[in-house]
């Protein structure tokens, strides 16, 4: 008999005695799968709770009118790669040094926009702690902006 033949045999006698086994190994890859795709959304929802986010259609919708700026936190390489039309670069080790107080005459709201949305939550902290009012985070960072099919300059 050939191995191939002796694997099916095999794999037959253990159909006939757990007969089960195909739909539970069908369900342990479905729950794989489903974590793998709902881990880093899940994540980014925990960083948000209790903290001014805004989704890519309420940030494209802030936008369309004045008094808005769009901080993108990534460095060189990824901001080239790809960002937000009018979006001000300052990566994210400058951030401190470049947004040193605010300026009380300005009413300007501020976005702050990295890949995942991790460094955004931390410079809000650190902008906040600085007297800066009117900061937001896209929530989910770029890969939410490009998942709901925003525009996207080079």
């Known amino acids: 008999m050939s191995p191939l033949a002796q694997a099916l045999t095999t794999l037959r006698g253990w159909m006939e005695t757990y007969p ?24 980014s929802w925990r960083r948000g709770r209790g903290r001014p986010v805004l989704d890519p259609l309420q940030v494209e919708e802030l ?20 960002h937000i039309r009018g979006c001000l670069h300052v990566p994210f080790t400058e951030l401190t040094r470049r947004f040193g107080s605010p300026d009380p005459q300005a009413k300007r709201a501020l976005v702050l926009v990295d890949e995942t949305d991790a460094l955004s939550h931390r410079a809000l902290k650190r902008l906040t702690a600085r007297g800066f009012d009117w900061v937001y985070v896209l929530k989910g960072g770029m890969r939410a902006w490009r998942g709901a ?3 996207v300059v080079k």
């Not at 901080?71 to 790809?82: K, Y």
């Open 63 to 82: 936008l369309q009118g004045p008094g808005v700026l769009l901080v993108d936190l990534r460095d060189e390489a990824a901001f080239r790669q790809g």
């Open 20 to 43: 089960f086994l195909p739909g539970l190994v069908f369900a342990a890859l479905c729950l794989l799968l489903l974590f793998g795709v709902a881990l880093p959304r899940l994540r």
């Open 149 to 151: 099919n925003r525009p």
